[in-house]
């Protein structure tokens, strides 16, 4: 949904904006049929992070707190980057697959379903 100002010469300042997070890029990461997390979670990292970092760094701060997490079969998962499908490689850079700032990923875990199968 668009959001209208009240005053039409409106000029605000954009805060999130990627030249004030010192050369990182905000990424979202979400996991599907895992609403326990209503929302794609946001973390500020640096383009030339690789997926294998992100997979043992981010991915267990992010989502390290579920009952599933420690089930996941990283082999398996399917992932998607600001809705197309990927098939990311450990060595790739955020930047080489394509992620830049405010870019989401979504993760889908096949045979996971949520806790008790319920996509919580």
Not at 43 to 62: G, H, K, N, R, Y
Not at 108 to 116: D, F, I, M
Request: charged share 20%; with cysteine.
């Amino acid at each position: 949904m668009p959001v209208q100002a009240i005053n039409d010469n409106y000029q605000g300042e954009v805060l999130d904006a990627k030249a004030n997070f010192a050369g990182n890029v905000i990424i979202y990461f979400g996991w599907d049929e895992h609403l326990m997390f209503c929302a794609p979670k946001a973390f500020p990292l640096p383009p030339q992070m690789t997926f294998a970092d992100v997979i043992s760094q981010i991915m267990p701060e992010a989502f390290g707190q579920h009952p599933e997490f420690n089930e996941i079969d990283w082999s398996q998962a399917q992932w998607q980057l600001d809705r197309r499908p990927i098939s990311p490689k450990p060595e790739q850079t955020l930047a080489e697959l394509g992620a830049d700032h405010k870019s989401c990923f979504r993760l889908r875990t096949p045979g996971l379903t949520g806790y008790k199968g319920m996509g919580i």
